[in-house]
């Protein structure tokens, strides 16, 4: 295990002093412990590009020209045609 030696802000040392006395540990094994995390969220990240990656290859046939229209897109002919229906019900 190598030693790192790091400077901080006294405050800083003292609320890691704190926080360690509280967990039952030490100031190294915080910093141990957090090092440690950066390591594994960067193997996370690179997990997860690794799975988009995999995702948008098998995506085929996409064309940004395939776009619908707004009122494709909500349907909008059919919701009117539904409430004058509705309307007309209403009415009788």
Same mark, same amino acid.
């Given at each position: 295990? &190598?030693?790192?030696?790091?400077s901080?802000?006294? =405050?800083?040392? +003292?609320? &890691? !002093?704190i926080?360690?006395? =509280?967990q #039952?540990?030490?100031?190294?094994?915080?910093?141990?412990?957090? @090092? #440690?995390s @950066?390591?594994?969220r960067e193997? =996370?990240?690179?997990?997860l590009? &690794?799975?988009?990656?995999e995702?948008i290859s098998?995506?085929?046939g996409?064309?940004?020209?395939?776009? @619908?229209? !707004?009122? =494709?897109?909500?349907? !909008?002919? &059919? +919701?009117?045609a539904?409430?004058?229906?509705? !309307?007309?019900?209403?009415?009788?």
């Amino acid at each position: 295990m &190598a030693n790192v030696t790091v400077s901080v802000p006294d =405050e800083v040392y +003292r609320a &890691a !002093r704190i926080r360690a006395a =509280e967990q #039952g540990s030490s100031v190294s094994a915080l910093v141990a412990e957090f @090092l #440690g995390s @950066l390591s594994e969220r960067e193997a =996370e990240l690179a997990r997860l590009a &690794a799975k988009r990656q995999e995702i948008i290859s098998q995506i085929k046939g996409f064309s940004p020209h395939h776009n @619908l229209s !707004r009122d =494709e897109l909500y349907d !909008r002919a &059919a +919701r009117r045609a539904e409430a004058d229906e509705a !309307r007309k019900r209403a009415v009788r």
